[in-house]
């Protein structure tokens, strides 16, 4: 267990390790292109890894291993689980942009292990995500560098 968070923490080194700002000194004109997304595999109970998602989340978290991937366009895009006390479970497949600090849902998980396509596939600020604390969390201590919003 200890080992997969390890491992998941290592992500995030290696996809957004420099907070300098990248300067194209071929092309300065040349626009951030998000590349296209291709949903993964829904996510199987043996390939999550629960994080904390700090004393202000009553619920249980997790990331699916499988899932991850850091694309060319410099984003990290996961399945996000979270299961209530209760038994009631949200799945979601999502993506953080390192550079703009901001997070992306692409799709939402269905009861029967499928996914539809979010309806609003916005980037918005991580800050703005709402009440979503534990995306804030993973992206904060887990898949961002150290120099999280001026830390």
């Known amino acids: 267990m200890k080992l997969r968070l390890v491992i998941l923490s290592l992500v995030g080194l290696v996809a957004c390790s420099s907070n300098e700002k990248f300067v194209d000194t071929f092309d300065n004109n040349k626009n951030w292109v998000e590349i296209q997304t291709q949903l993964p595999h829904y996510p199987e109970p ?6 904390d998602a700090g004393p202000a989340n009553d619920m249980q978290h997790y990331v699916d291993t499988q899932s991850i991937a ?5 984003v990290i895009r996961f399945a996000l689980i979270s299961k209530s006390s209760e ?4 799945v979601s497949f999502e993506g953080i942009r390192c550079r703009t600090r901001e997070r992306k849902r692409y799709a939402i998980g269905r009861l029967n292990k499928t996914w539809v396509h979010s309806r609003q596939p916005e980037w918005q600020l991580l800050n703005n995500a709402g009440q979503n604390h534990a995306l804030r969390e993973l992206a904060r201590f887990y898949f961002l560098s150290t120099r999280y919003h001026g830390e």
């Open 46 to 51: 043996e390939n999550l890894v629960e994080f």
């Open 70 to 74: 850091i694309g060319e366009d410099g």
């Open 87 to 90: 038994g009631a479970e949200n």
